[in-house]
């Protein structure tokens, strides 16, 4: 399902629906990781974003946070989905919270699912960009790969 690069940009009506805005967004980060964009999954954080992936140090900037999603991209990191739950809106700040699922290709040519939960932190900064983003898998240790 190939949705078009959706535009974080605000929008002169006062109608507009930040939810749907963030749901799109959210469902754009889904497209560019599993099309290997990811200068994409970057482009939707702010300069000087925090992603705090599980099993790694935190990263800020958007160079380093490209970096951390082609590493796993290239690890066998693959066929991420995002289910958001819940998006609650202050003002010029949004949380969103959710699950997601991804595939892990093993070196044994076997594939491994993973699910988990994730938090990310969204700004209207003239567009909406993610501030913060952290996850982890809600699967036991030793059961993720």
């Not at 974003?49 to 140090?57: I, S, T």
Request: charged share 20%; net charge negative.
């Amino acid at each position: 399902m190939y949705r078009s690069f959706a535009s974080a940009t605000a929008s002169a009506s006062p109608f507009v629906d930040v939810e749907s805005t963030i749901r799109g967004l959210t469902q754009d980060l889904c497209t560019a990781f599993n099309t290997g964009n990811y200068d994409q999954w970057a482009a939707l954080f702010a300069s000087d974003a925090q992603l705090m992936p599980p099993n790694h140090e935190p990263v800020q900037g958007l160079k380093a946070i490209e970096r951390v999603m082609r590493e796993l991209g290239e690890a066998g990191h693959h066929d991420l989905r995002f289910e958001t739950a819940q998006i609650t809106l202050a003002g010029d700040m949004a949380i969103e919270i959710g699950r997601y699922t991804i595939a892990i290709s093993q070196g044994d040519g076997t594939t491994s699912p993973q699910r988990g939960k994730y938090l990310r932190a969204w700004r209207r900064l003239g567009a909406w960009l993610i501030v913060a983003d952290c996850w982890n898998s809600n699967l036991a240790l030793g059961k993720e790969r």
